[in-house]
């Protein structure tokens, strides 16, 4: 398969190439030349294979310069029910993706049983896998540099620990994060993992990883990476589990089923969206957001206006808390027709520090065509949601999947099965789930004592030199 650029002005690559890359040369994101197609004959055979196979006859269409044996291999080693070992009902580990019914027509969706407790485990633990094929097989070597408020970094770092040809070096605002995410990060004791506490808040960590990435030199010299929501290798993976979940529910083939997915940066929802694009009999993909609603304005009137860092709310599904959307470039260039002139012409604006509004013809097919509708939540209805979900099912959800959860029941259609994407584990926000049930989620055994172990991590002023310093000694 070919890569393209959103922007059009990128020679094609194939995955390897594109997957070690952030931004696409000319700016844009990295996409296939074209969408797989699978038949109805075709999705009846895959709806009766297991996580691994299903990943491997989805991925080896993406990823296909890589050979069969290898691939096979990695993906293996990446949904095992050893890693993914958290789910509630413990008895269907191995399906990596459980799905709990909640009444006749709506469902959850368990994407948070891997060792973080949140979805980006599904993506994060295939890259690293992935990572470490290609730069070993090409004898290079990466050192990933990234900030984190909680929940990326820590999915990259139990991706990456102990890989070959990879090193972490994840800034965090010192203090700032709880202390279960502090812990869970911190008391990772692989050499190749840098935790960076930085005495600032989450917006200096990110200044920092941006002066460095401004450096060409230093950046060329210490091979300098990311892994942030916009790498291509994600979305590829995520693909995957909305086949998985679709099959899991629907009874037949064909049968229409919506996905509620709760949504910050637009990459889980992307990878619905060209799930149905595949042939997938997605209905609807409802996206649902928190209070910093830039995404819920745009399904709703087609104006796209990224709120600036400092408009942006701090909630209680921090996850989602985010001012632009970074992968919905890779939709709006489908609803574009693939016009890389128009998605140039938008994101010019965007870029600007400007919006966009999509014409009449174009929201439309937006609603119509590509099935997207969305809503959004308040603190309020959020905890709400997890004290009634426990009080009339026994489960324990948590904010994020809160989210999702009020918005499917403000606008599921009660004859058509909706899965709610579970994006997180109640236990990583035990205060508001005390706040709305009285009680603490249940934690993995082997979580229990984790603030209690010995932690690793340099603390450092918010000084680019320091940082620099820092990278060089440490570096492969
Ligand atoms: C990252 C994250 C989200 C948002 O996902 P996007 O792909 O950025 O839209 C939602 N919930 C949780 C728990 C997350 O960690």
Partial sequence: MQYIST???????????????????????????????????????????????LAFEILSLFADDIPANDLRKIIDKSYSAEIFCNSRNPEKATEITPITKIDNTLFIQELSNGPTLAFKDMAMQFLGNVFEYVLTSRNEKINILGATSGDTGSAAEYAMKGKNAVNVFMLSPAGKMSPFQRAQMYSLQDKNIHNIAVKSMF?????????????????????????????????????VYYFKGYFAVAENVGEAVDFCVPSGNFGNVC????????????????????????????FKTGKYSPRKDEDTYQTSSPSMDISKASNLERF?????????????????KVENGGEFELDAQTLNAMHEKYG????????????NAIGDVYSKYQIFIDTHTADGFVVAQKLRDKNTKTIVLETAA?????????????????RPKHLEN???????????EPDIKVLMDYIERNSL
């Fill in 332 to 348: 709006v260039f489908d609803l574009l027709a693939r016009s890389s002139d128009k998605l140039r012409d938008l994101w010019e």
């Fill in 450 to 460: 984790i603030e209690s172990l010995p932690t690793k991590v340099e603390t450092i």
């Fill in 372 to 383: 997207f509708v969305s809503g959004k939540s308040t603190h309020a209805e959020r905890i």
């Fill in 7 to 53: 922007r059009g002005k990128m020679n094609k690559e194939n995955f390897s190439e594109i997957l070690l890359g952030g931004l696409a040369p000319d700016g844009g994101l990295t996409i296939p030349e074209k969408y797989p197609y699978f038949s109805k004959e075709k999705l009846t055979e895959l709806s009766k294979l297991n996580y691994q196979d």
């Fill in 271 to 298: 990878a619905g969206h060209i799930a149905k694009q595949m042939g997938l009999p997605i209905h609807r993909l409802i996206v649902a957001t928190n209070e910093n609603d830039v995404l819920d304005e745009f």
């Fill in 426 to 442: 109640a236990a990583k926000f035990e205060e508001n789930i005390v706040e709305a049930t009285g009680k603490k989620p249940p």
């Fill in 203 to 239: 917006d200096a960590c990110q200044d920092l990883v941006k002066s460095v990435n401004k450096n060409a030199e230093f950046k060329e010299k210490y091979k300098i990476g990311a892994v942030n929501s916009i790498n291509w290798g994600r979305i590829a993976a995520q693909i």
